[in-house]
């Protein structure tokens, strides 16, 4: 008889409930393994996922020149170290090279969720947007902006509860052009 991905995993937590000395049995934890694997699916359906089916239709708009960006999306991740969650919002965007199409609004958050629903570092995370940006649409440059509090850090070891991290990827125009960069940094406070 062949054993299922979900067997696997579901007895192994029941075998580390017995191992902490609880009764995988009882009724408070009969169904502990079955729904914490459901929640584990749900944290990493972006490795179900490909950013370039969300970027690939995009829309013929005449544009200021100005970037585009999205700011305050929330996300949920799990960290790749501890598999504690980490959430937070984020600051994507990017300035469309002059002529070219752009990505429909939704599109940014859902490139996002398919990064972040995944095993995750928020270092790793935060350059993997500006990738996808790069990489399917024509862009002079990208940036993603994450500040996020991590389960790892607010609740274990160090136990800094409120503690944020705060990560940038910048691209092209917006890593080698101070100005633009700055200019940028403007824009989006003055959407906070």
Sequence with gaps: ????????????????????????????????????????????????????????????VAHSGQPIIVTGVPFTSVCEHHLLLFHGTATIGYQPTPGASVAGLSKLPRVLDVYARRLQTQEQLTQQVTDALDKHLATLGSVCLIR????????????????????????????????????????????S
């Design 148 to 191: 996020s509090e991590h389960g790892c850090l607010a609740h274990r070891g160090a136990r800094k509860p409120g503690a944020v991290m705060v990560t940038a990827s910048y691209t092209g125009l917006f890593l080698e052009n101070p100005q633009a960069r700055a200019d940028l940094h403007t824009l989006i406070s003055s959407t």
């Design 1 to 60: 008889m062949t054993t299922t991905p979900e067997q696997t995993y579901t007895d192994g937590l029941r075998a580390w409930l017995t191992a902490r000395g609880l009764d995988p049995t009882s009724p408070a934890l009969v169904d502990t393994p079955r729904r914490a694997l459901a929640a584990l699916a749900e944290f990493t359906s972006g490795y179900d996922d490909d950013p370039a089916v969300h970027l690939a239709r995009t829309f013929p």
